[in-house]
């Protein structure tokens, strides 16, 4: 089992900037993928971005430029810099780990950004 925590989330003005935070634990060993996604009422789960131990694997076309995702391998920890936050994302972000030898996945309990115009 793996245990996300988050945090990082809140309100913010059109233009302003986040960090989000989320932090592993428990059986985290073998090859992992990190991620955040993203979800409003009605809508799918979608992707943000990924990352490796090492590599940034994917990200969203909509936040390319604007959002990075970084990760301290020593703290477990991902992170999510949202910059130019725009009102549409607005959104619960929610941390993801996934075991790929195991092909499971473990989500956190997601965190509300909410950007006013």
């Known amino acids: 089992q793996v245990q996300l925590v988050e945090s990082g989330g809140g309100l913010v003005q059109a233009g302003g900037s986040l960090r989000l935070s989320c932090t592993a634990s428990?059986?985290?060993?073998?090859?992992?993928?990190m991620g955040w996604f993203r979800q409003t009422p009605g809508k799918q789960r979608e992707l943000v971005a990924t990352?490796?131990?090492?590599?940034?694997?994917n990200v969203a076309d909509s936040v390319k430029g604007r959002f990075t995702i970084s990760r301290d391998n020593a703290k477990n920890t991902v992170y999510l810099q949202m910059n130019s936050l725009k009102p549409e994302d607005t959104a619960v972000y929610y941390c993801?780990?996934?075991?790929?030898?195991?092909?499971?996945?473990?989500w956190g309990q997601g965190t509300q950004v909410t950007v006013s115009s």
């Open positions: 428990g059986s985290i060993i073998g090859f992992n993928v």
């Open positions: 990352i490796t131990s090492t590599t940034v694997t």
């Open positions: 993801n780990f996934r075991r790929v030898i195991w092909n499971d996945n473990y």
